[in-house]
């Protein structure tokens, strides 16, 4: 289908199964002023799009503003939920193709069937709300919706794959554009925007205030929690048909006493001295610090030891050979 503007439409019309939202492709009609943004949105409002009712529905008003702001030709939204990004984009006559495992469409295991330069994804944040059990079955889950996924690692696992099906997708010139939130949980943090992969040339990370969250005005044990209030937007660009950027992060603990380039003597003294409980004499001190990677290339390693406690500003001597951690230093 040819539109007004040019647009070859040529979404896979005859497909079984295949049901656009909007059914009738429109001439994208951006009769509106291309927005002023920075990197921090705030809409206390969420516009009259897609269903309110939805769990963890979106603003429109957000994607409002970016397709008005990037105007592409053509949008999706492979987990559109409650369908805000298909409302926005029948509001502004863009061509909008949105699925989501509440049709059947599951995004890490099906084929997407068309490209778009504008991919709007909001992923469930983790498990902190389970779709398809709590807004569409009754309780029983879906295999497929990663909300469902326990284990962090493995759901990121999953993200990665959703995104990269997504970007694969994007025309070059054209843009991925993720919604996503931190999760806290006993104490940790567990941060989508950190630890998932970017494909593509990073183009914005921007801050979007929360606004009415279930966690608003929640009492929480700790003291030493901050509420979490905003999420990220991430743009990515894509520049090329063949290469591609991608960042990933790699989150692993490290035992530092197998390397020896990581901590200086000061340091390893320091931890040694907060695995003793803060005070220890000299022979514990050795017996600490003994198998250290550090220790490997140096012959006179406890010579070094009593050379850093003598010199650390942190390190007292309290009595004959016993040394402690202070704050004085
Ligand atoms: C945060 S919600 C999206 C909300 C949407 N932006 C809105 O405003 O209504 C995340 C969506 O991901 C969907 N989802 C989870 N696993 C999926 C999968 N494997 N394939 C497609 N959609 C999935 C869920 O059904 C849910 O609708």
Excluded at 2 to 11: A, N, Q, R, S, V
Excluded at 175 to 196: F, H, N, P, T, W
Excluded at 280 to 306: F, M, P, T
Aim: proline share 4%; net charge neutral.
């Amino acid at each position: 289908m040819k539109t007004e503007d040019g647009w070859i439409e040529e979404i896979f019309e005859n497909e079984p199964g295949y049901t656009p939202l909007i059914p009738e492709i429109r001439a994208v009609n951006y009769n509106v002023a291309k927005p002023k943004l920075s990197t921090l949105f705030s809409y206390p409002e969420r516009g009259p799009y897609g269903k309110n009712s939805y769990m963890g529905n979106c603003s429109g008003l957000l994607i409002r503003d970016l397709l008005t702001f990037f105007r592409p030709k053509k949008v999706s939204d492979y987990m559109q939920g409650g369908g805000t990004c298909g409302d926005v984009c029948a509001e502004l006559g863009v061509p909008y193709i949105g699925r989501d495992l509440n049709m059947g469409f599951d995004l890490m295991g099906d084929e997407i069937g068309e490209s778009c330069d504008f991919a709007f994804l909001h992923p469930p944040y983790w498990n902190m709300k389970k779709y398809y059990r709590k807004q569409w079955n009754n309780g029983k889950p879906h295999p497929a919706d990663i909300s469902e996924t326990g284990d962090w690692g493995e759901f990121l696992k999953q993200m990665n794959v959703c995104l990269n099906k997504i970007y694969q997708s994007v025309r070059v010139g054209g843009r991925l554009a993720v919604l996503v939130g931190d999760i806290k949980r006993r104490g940790k943090l567990y941060s989508m925007q950190r630890e998932m992969m970017i494909p593509g040339d990073l183009e914005n990370i921007a801050i979007k205030l929360q606004h009415n969250t279930s966690s608003e005005g929640k009492t929480y044990g700790s003291t030493n929690f901050m509420e979490i209030v905003h999420e990220y937007l991430v743009i990515t660009l894509r520049k090329d048909p063949y290469k591609m950027a991608v960042l990933y992060s790699n989150y692993k603990v490290v035992d530092v006493r197998e390397h020896a380039n990581i901590q200086t003597w000061r340091d390893i003294v320091q931890a040694a001295m907060e695995s003793l409980g803060g005070e220890a004499s000299l022979e514990k001190v050795y017996d600490e610090i003994q198998g250290h990677k550090k220790c490997e290339s140096n012959n006179n390693w406890q010579a070094k030891i009593r050379q850093t406690l003598q010199r650390g500003r942190d390190f007292v001597n309290k009595d004959r050979g016993t040394w402690a951690l202070s704050w004085e230093g």
